[in-house]
């Protein structure tokens, strides 16, 4: 049998070719080497899905940073995970990512279109930085994000009804929005003075975009604390004309360590002040009519107040009045039946030497001559058309509350301000409120504002004129003010909530973002009902020692329920330090106050600044520093005579002359304290 098969070029070659059949052993080969490509396909497959994994790897890492489709983690210099935070709106689409030098982005997640990046930014040899935006393209839906905040102690964010140092957290919350509250009256909320920024015992630190709605939440079971971007359900807006888009965008740095890090931070992202307020302000004592009289002011109580302070011989740097000097809240003119003649007290006080502030505050209540004059004129914040202006309880009644967004709003009540000082000479005011849990939740400004705190920072911005006496108690944005802030009132009583506990932890948490200007409040508490520790309407006598003497070493003195309310040996103590703090507090505070116009480091800081490595340290909220060289150690306890004290490595000599060099941290056990004393120790 013959078979044509094709030759070259040249046409075909016929050969005798004898045809064979395969023998039926060979088969099996066969069969075998079909499954032998099978798996040799397969494999060059395999290796091909791992190489393109592990450029995947690759290309999902920036320096110290690796991101995974459900979050990313952060290394420090050493390989240590210092940071972890994880996507709760979603899960990124890996495919979708791209890396182009430092930066990572990625469009969209498993279910939809977003705009997501990450880049690396390294602004200086001993910090690296992070920013991170994830916005969404579809209105209305959340951004969510959850940092784990076990790998250290965490400072910062807000002040709070009950104050700890570090940061603990109790409890689930989910996130609600973060903005200015009157904690006094809504101890769950946040505090008057806050920042979105947070810092940690590993050196990381996180500061939220001004432009971020932003909510927090947190579950202590979870370990975690919800960053949260959203416009439903919110008291945020979007800009006029903006398609509600939720953004979360922010900066994560990591420093060498803890003091290191906030000094970068602060530098680069908060307002400072342009000035220091008046030095007399920070070497002699304000006092205030408020705990003493509340509302029960009159003409004859504010001089015999006056001449009691000289009759026991101490100093006044300001006499604030305050509470119910009007007959209706809203109008800037002296009740004359409790005033007869305010003229002539204002003349008496000056030939004393006393300067006067006013306590003030932004509501105008229905039944105030003004409320008419103000909803003529639109000067009030109004509902959510802007058609009706929107009526706000506060705790002196109901009212509409000024817009300080409103040019004409702002010069209305700034010319109110300038006649009090004109016609009586008064030196400053008091500014009190301020905070947006006084606002409608849906309400309209003159000015659009997208945040409802920036409401807060109009406020504070009306203390300007008078930023040399001027006293604030809600801050936002509002570090460049340039005057003095105060936390919310304390109770008279012992513990963390609004007593003598909090003071630490409240000032430190201040100072931390970005306050320097420190006003305690008052010496003691306010003496509320119900609201304070002993059996009399005043607080408990042991009590108001260890206050004084805590408050001697921070940055501002204020008195109410002044020391002869009680007995010569309390007047004695007072005299001694008030003496003190002109003397040793004082004048290093100014120091320090200079320099925070250049730097914004804080006045009172917490012991970890100058022990950056030292776990204890971390979380001491009993003790604290004036600058480096100063460490004040306060008995916070009732019934005490003694406390333990932690001093950090260095050279140290106490108040009572000891000195202590020692190049270990050193713990003292039950260190003596007397009623009359307060342990402080100077570097040396």
């Known amino acids: ?110 279910d939809r279109k977003l705009n997501f990046f990450i880049e690396t930014v390294r602004p200086k040899d001993t910090v690296q930085c992070y920013r991170v935006r994830w916005e969404e393209l579809v209105p209305d839906i959340p951004v969510e994000h959850a940092m784990t905040y076990t790998f250290a102690h965490w400072y910062g964010g807000a002040v709070s009804a009950i104050q700890h140092w570090p ?49 927090l939440g947190w579950n202590d079971t979870e370990k975690t604390m919800s960053f949260q971007a959203r416009y439903n359900d919110s008291p945020f807006k979007p800009n006029p004309g903006e398609v509600p888009c939720a953004e979360l965008s922010y900066r994560v740095c990591v420093g060498l360590d803890v003091t290191s890090i906030h000094k970068y931070m602060v530098r680069r992202y908060f307002n400072k002040p342009n000035k220091v307020p008046a030095k007399v302000m920070f070497r002699h004592p304000i006092w205030s009519t408020w705990a003493l009289h509340k509302t029960d002011i009159d003409q004859e109580k504010v001089l015999t107040y006056a001449a009691n302070i000289r009759k026991y011989k101490f100093n006044c740097s300001l006499l604030e009045l305050d509470d119910r000097y009007t007959s209706r809240y809203g109008e800037f003119e002296f009740d004359q039946t409790k005033f007869p003649n305010a003229s002539s007290m ?164 201040i100072s931390i973002l970005g306050y320097q200007f420190i006003l305690p409040d008052m010496i003691g508490g306010n003496a509320y009902l119900n609201r304070t520790d002993g059996k009399s309407v005043l607080p408990d006598r042991e009590l108001y020692i260890r206050w004084l003497e805590l408050t001697a070493f921070m940055p501002s003195m204020q008195f109410s329920i002044p020391p002869w309310a009680y007995d010569n040996e309390v007047v004695e103590i007072a005299r001694k330090y008030t003496a003190l703090h002109e003397r040793i507090v004082a004048p290093r505070v100014l120091e320090l106050a ?24 971390y979380k001491i909220d009993s003790q604290f520093l004036i600058g480096d060289d100063l460490m004040v150690a306060p008995v916070l306890e009732p019934g005490k005579q003694e406390r333990d004290i932690y001093l950090p490595a260095g050279h140290w000599r106490s108040y009572k002359g000891e000195r202590f060099d020692i190049k270990e941290p050193l713990h003292l056990t039950d260190y003596p304290v007397d009623l009359d004393e307060i342990a402080y120790f100077l570097w040396v």
Not at 187 to 202: A, D, K, P, Q, V
């Open 594 to 617: 200079g320099e925070v116009l250049d730097t914004g480091d804080p006045i009172i800081r917490p012991l970890w600044w100058i022990a950056t490595g030292d776990e204890t340290a």
């Open 346 to 509: 204002f003349q008496r006080l000056k030939a004393d030497g006393f300067l006067v502030s006013l306590w003030i505050h932004p509501f105008v209540n229905y039944d105030s001559a003004n409320f008419h004059t103000c909803v003529e004129r639109g000067l009030f914040v109004r509902e959510p058309t802007g058609q009706l202006p929107a009526l706000v309880r506060w705790w002196n009644g109901i009212g509409g509350i000024v817009d300080f967004t409103n040019p004409e709003a702002r010069d209305w009540f700034s010319s109110q301000l300038r006649s009090l000082r004109s016609r009586y000479g008064v030196s400053s005011f008091k500014f009190d409120a301020g905070e947006t849990n006084y606002l409608p939740w849906k309400f309209s400004t003159r000015t659009p504002i997208r945040d409802p705190s920036l409401f807060t920072r109009h406020y504070t911005e009306m203390a300007i004129p008078y930023n040399d006496r001027a006293e604030l108690r809600s801050g936002y944005q509002s570090q460049n003010i340039s005057c003095f802030f105060r936390p919310i009132d304390r109770d008279s009583v012992w513990g963390y909530e609004l007593g003598l506990k909090s003071l630490i932890p409240t000032v430190l948490t």
């Open 167 to 215: 940061i603990s957290i109790n409890g689930q919350q989910a996130p609600k929005p973060f903005v200015t509250s009157d904690i006094y009256s809504n101890r769950n909320e946040f505090g008057g003075i806050l920042e979105s920024y947070w810092l940690s015992s590993n050196a990381t630190a996180i500061k939220i975009n001004n432009s971020v709605p932003f909510h």
């Open 1 to 110: 049998m013959y078979q044509v098969v094709p030759g070259g070029a040249g046409g075909t070659i016929t050969d005798v070719i004898p045809k064979q059949k395969h023998r039926k052993d060979t088969r099996p080969l066969v069969g075998a080497g079909v499954i032998g490509l099978v798996l040799v396909i397969a494999a060059v497959t395999a290796w091909c899905y791992y190489i393109a994994s592990l450029r995947k790897a690759e290309l999902l890492k920036t320096e110290l940073l690796d991101l995974n489709k459900d979050g990313y983690i952060i290394r420090n210099q050493g390989g240590s995970i210092v940071f972890r935070m994880d996507f709760r709106s979603g899960t990124l689409d890996l495919d979708s990512c791209s890396k182009e030098g430092e930066m990572l982005s990625c469009g969209s997640t498993t």
